[in-house]
């Protein structure tokens, strides 16, 4: 009797489904296979194997059409996605989905002819200026197919090509999607960069990642502490052990300017995973980290779901952050499957934050998670003071909103010639405008929204629906004139304050109206 595949599909679907396997085919749990599903034939992955019940009577099954010839999901890999469905309560299939986001992914790369300067070892003369142009692309350009360099150079095709013929070019046929260079984590040795305190909690995380066994540590730093240089002497270290690091990061830091930190300590640049990633990129950095070659992953979220070959170190970054939280489709909280997956992986996780949530503090202090803190920052660099003022205490003058003990820090900021920050999140003049004659609140239509006032543009507006009026000069319920009063403060009136206070000092307002 033909055994049979219960193979899951990426669409939404609760559990996997019976397949025949056909005579001669070999399957195993993690393989990518095609079978039908309706009326088409769609990509699955084998869930598990199993053997025809001899007492039972037969079914009439599909059979499986075909093995793709690639490496399969791991039993790791497997389980990840059996729980996040399971500890979410999302459709099985719809796991799968977020982990096979590049189909193409799973074929080799495809081979084109790719050209390169030839090292002539002196300067050729007699060269026209498009084809100077070409040689003097930069060193990243290179090699490139015909199209890519001739867009860079602002030349035509035939000027490459003919550059070629004439020797000045050598080509080669190279793979469309170059593998990464690796990251060296000796190219810097940072040791006698690092305070006394974060050599010894580098030194605290290395031996985790050296156990090669699951461990969980937050990293609890003030703002300033140097986490980043510690956990990256984490991920260095699961590196020479030759494990893959996966850095998760929120989204809104995957810039270019935070990207360097990481090339800079490793003399490569990360593989980048996020949600703006075209088919290319995504298709590219998939097949690398399946097959173990992405040694460094750099992303947000969902990065989580790669399928790592050999992962030994993830580490969240800001794991406070909110937007490790996905609120549609699958619902899941990143920061807890990380620490799932690296549970399933045996790897080390590192929490870092300089506010961590309560969630991972509790599990700190309980001595579930190893607690590593770094209390203050290294060298000469010091902790701003922080204090309250209590209002009651130090009430401001009528129709006033900044308290004596403010007043005095910005006078005293101002005199040193430094700047002073005044932070107010409400935008305009004021977050309500009343009648005083008949005590009626301005309303968006319809809604129970406030309108706001704003003085500068002369107008009453809502935040929540957009509507927008001028501001009238008589009450819309009671028809007094001049009776509208502004209540409380919006950032107009704290700068209206501020200039009657500091008439001197150079002043601008910063919010979403003003800044473009």
Same mark, same amino acid.
């Given at each position: 009797?033909?055994?049979?595949?219960?193979?899951?599909?990426?669409?939404?679907?609760?559990?996997?489904?019976?397949?025949?396997?056909?005579?001669?085919?070999?399957?195993?749990?993690?393989?990518?296979?095609?079978?039908?599903?309706?009326?088409?034939?769609?990509?699955?992955?084998?869930?598990?194997?199993?053997?025809?019940?001899?007492?039972?009577?037969?079914?009439?099954?599909?059979?499986?059409?075909?093995?793709?010839?690639?490496?399969?999901?791991?039993?790791?890999?497997?389980?990840?996605?059996?729980?996040?469905?399971?500890?979410?309560?999302?459709?099985?299939?719809?796991?799968?989905?977020?982990?096979?986001?590049?189909?193409?992914?799973?074929?080799?790369?495809?081979?084109?002819?790719?050209?390169?300067?030839?090292?002539?070892?002196?300067?050729?003369?007699?060269?026209?200026?498009?084809?100077?142009?070409?040689?003097?692309?930069? @060193? &990243? !350009?290179?090699?490139? /197919? +015909?199209?890519?360099?001739?867009?860079?150079? #602002?030349?035509s095709?035939? =000027?490459?090509?003919?550059?070629?013929?004439?020797?000045?070019?050598?080509?080669?046929?190279?793979?469309?999607?170059?593998?990464?260079?690796?990251?060296?984590?000796?190219?810097?040795e940072?040791?006698?960069?690092?305070?006394?305190?974060?050599?010894?909690?580098?030194?605290?995380?290395?031996?985790?990642?050296?156990?090669?066994?699951?461990?969980?540590?937050?990293?609890?730093?003030?703002?300033?502490?140097?986490?980043?240089?510690?956990?990256?002497?984490?991920?260095?270290?699961?590196?020479?052990?030759?494990?893959?690091?996966?850095i998760?990061?929120?989204e809104?830091?995957l810039?270019?300017?935070?990207?360097?930190?990481?090339?800079?300590?490793?003399?490569?640049?990360?593989?980048?995973?996020?949600s703006?990633? @075209? &088919? !290319?990129?995504?298709? /590219? +950095?998939?097949?690398?980290?399946?097959?173990? #070659?992405?040694?460094?992953? =750099?992303?947000?979220?969902?990065?989580?779901?790669?399928?790592?070959?050999?992962?030994?170190?993830?580490?969240?970054?800001?794991?406070?952050?909110?937007?490790?939280?996905?609120?549609?489709?699958?619902?899941?909280?990143?920061?807890?499957?990380?620490?799932?997956?690296?549970?399933?992986?045996?790897?080390?996780?590192?929490?870092?934050?300089?506010?961590p949530?309560?969630?991972?503090?509790?599990?700190?202090?309980?001595?579930?998670?190893?607690?590593?803190?770094?209390?203050?920052?290294?060298?000469?660099?010091?902790?701003?003071?922080?204090?309250?003022?209590?209002?009651?205490?130090?009430?401001?003058?009528?129709?006033c909103?900044?308290?004596?003990?403010?007043?005095?820090?910005?006078?005293?900021?101002?005199?040193? @010639? &430094?700047?002073?920050?005044?932070?107010?999140?409400?935008?305009?003049?004021?977050?309500?405008?009343?009648?005083?004659?008949?005590?009626?609140?301005?309303?968006?239509?319809?809604?129970?929204?406030?309108?706001?006032?704003?003085?500068?543009?002369?107008?009453?507006?809502?935040?929540h629906?957009?509507?927008s009026?001028?501001m009238?000069?008589?009450?819309?319920?009671?028809?007094?004139?001049?009776?509208?009063?502004?209540?409380?403060?919006?950032?107009?009136?704290?700068?209206?304050?501020?200039?009657?206070?500091?008439?001197?000092?150079?002043?601008?307002?910063?919010?979403?109206?003003?800044?473009?």
């Amino acid at each position: 009797m033909k055994k049979i595949a219960k193979i899951l599909f990426p669409v939404a679907v609760p559990e996997p489904f019976d397949y025949a396997v056909p005579a001669g085919m070999k399957l195993a749990a993690g393989d990518f296979v095609y079978a039908p599903i309706g009326k088409q034939v769609k990509l699955g992955v084998v869930w598990d194997m199993a053997e025809p019940d001899s007492d039972a009577k037969p079914r009439k099954l599909k059979e499986v059409l075909e093995r793709k010839p690639c490496r399969a999901l791991s039993r790791e890999m497997l389980k990840f996605i059996s729980f996040t469905a399971r500890y979410n309560c999302a459709p099985l299939g719809m796991v799968l989905r977020m982990v096979m986001r590049s189909h193409k992914a799973l074929d080799p790369s495809a081979q084109a002819v790719m050209y390169t300067k030839k090292d002539t070892g002196a300067h050729v003369s007699g060269l026209s200026p498009a084809r100077q142009r070409v040689l003097a692309l930069a @060193g &990243d !350009a290179w090699p490139g /197919r +015909v199209s890519e360099l001739a867009k860079l150079a #602002r030349v035509s095709p035939s =000027v490459v090509s003919g550059m070629a013929k004439a020797g000045l070019l050598s080509q080669n046929e190279l793979p469309v999607d170059p593998p990464f260079d690796p990251p060296n984590p000796d190219i810097q040795e940072r040791k006698f960069n690092l305070s006394p305190r974060q050599i010894t909690a580098s030194e605290e995380l290395i031996e985790l990642v050296k156990a090669r066994a699951f461990h969980v540590a937050l990293l609890d730093g003030v703002t300033g502490s140097g986490k980043t240089e510690v956990y990256l002497e984490a991920a260095k270290q699961a590196l020479r052990d030759g494990g893959q690091v996966l850095i998760l990061v929120p989204e809104i830091a995957l810039t270019q300017a935070g990207l360097r930190r990481f090339s800079a300590a490793f003399g490569a640049e990360p593989a980048q995973w996020h949600s703006q990633m @075209g &088919d !290319a990129a995504r298709r /590219r +950095v998939w097949r690398e980290v399946h097959q173990g #070659r992405a040694k460094l992953v =750099v992303g947000a979220r969902s990065a989580l779901y790669l399928p790592f070959a050999d992962l030994g170190l993830i580490v969240v970054d800001e794991e406070h952050d909110t937007s490790y939280k996905q609120e549609e489709g699958v619902i899941y909280n990143a920061r807890d499957m990380a620490v799932v997956r690296a549970k399933l992986a045996g790897a080390t996780v590192v929490l870092a934050s300089a506010t961590p949530s309560l969630e991972s503090l509790t599990n700190a202090r309980n001595g579930r998670y190893a607690h590593i803190v770094l209390p203050e920052r290294p060298g000469a660099a010091i902790m701003p003071e922080v204090a309250l003022v209590d209002m009651k205490d130090h009430k401001p003058d009528k129709d006033c909103y900044l308290s004596e003990p403010l007043v005095e820090g910005v006078r005293e900021a101002l005199a040193r @010639g &430094d700047q002073a920050l005044l932070y107010l999140n409400r935008r305009g003049y004021a977050p309500l405008i009343m009648c005083r004659a008949c005590g009626e609140r301005l309303k968006s239509p319809d809604t129970d929204s406030w309108l706001v006032e704003h003085r500068r543009t002369g107008r009453a507006m809502c935040h929540h629906t957009g509507f927008s009026m001028p501001m009238p000069s008589a009450c819309p319920h009671c028809k007094t004139e001049g009776s509208l009063h502004p209540v409380g403060p919006g950032v107009e009136r704290v700068a209206e304050e501020a200039k009657r206070l500091f008439p001197d000092a150079r002043l601008e307002i910063l919010s979403s109206d003003t800044a473009g």
